[in-house]
């Protein structure tokens, strides 16, 4: 009969007392950056966004820029977001941490209301969708963009929607 092996857990008092060898590697999520040069990557990429919002619907070309400009955005926000809750995570009372992170939310929530809906240019440009969707360079992106023109049948009338 084979011997039975029993694993024990080892227990820190700290967080800081667990060998490095143990801890996540939350600085790799930054990529050599730190929390502030991602965090203004992130709002001159917004503030970007917003003064295209409009524009972006000029060309198939301006469009597909705005997509990936778009998706970029997703993914640096993303990453910052990732290490700051992971970061907060392993010590709640971070308060430099939790600082940042109010800052964070509460300047891309500013920037949110300075974009305004997307919807309503969305559906503004619809015609000039369909048609680009119809071009190779586009072809990545139409089911999201069909997705989109499909969800315009489930909207409620403007009556409803304002009250």
């Not at 705005?66 to 709640?92: C, H, M």
């Not at 209301?113 to 119809?134: C, D, S, T, V």
């Amino acid at each position: 009969m084979a011997k039975e092996q029993k694993f024990i857990a080892k227990e820190y008092d700290k967080y800081s007392d667990v060998p490095k060898k143990y801890k996540w590697d939350l600085e790799a999520i930054l990529e050599g950056q730190t929390k502030e040069e991602l965090k203004d990557k992130i709002i001159k990429l917004t503030k970007k966004n917003i003064e295209v919002k409009d524009s972006k619907y000029d060309s198939p070309e301006e469009y597909l820029k705005a997509i990936k400009s778009g998706e970029k955005l997703e993914v640096l926000t993303n990453k910052l977001f990732n290490y700051t809750f992971n970061t907060l995570a392993i010590n709640v009372v971070d308060a430099e941490m939790k600082k940042f992170q109010e800052e964070l939310e509460f300047e891309l929530y500013q920037l949110d209301q300075e974009m305004g809906p997307e919807a309503p240019r969305f559906y503004k440009n619809e015609k000039k969708l369909i048609e680009w969707m119809k071009l190779p360079k586009f072809k990545p992106y139409v089911k999201e963009i069909q997705s989109l023109l499909d969800e315009k049948k489930h909207e409620l009338p403007k009556q409803i929607q304002e009250f």
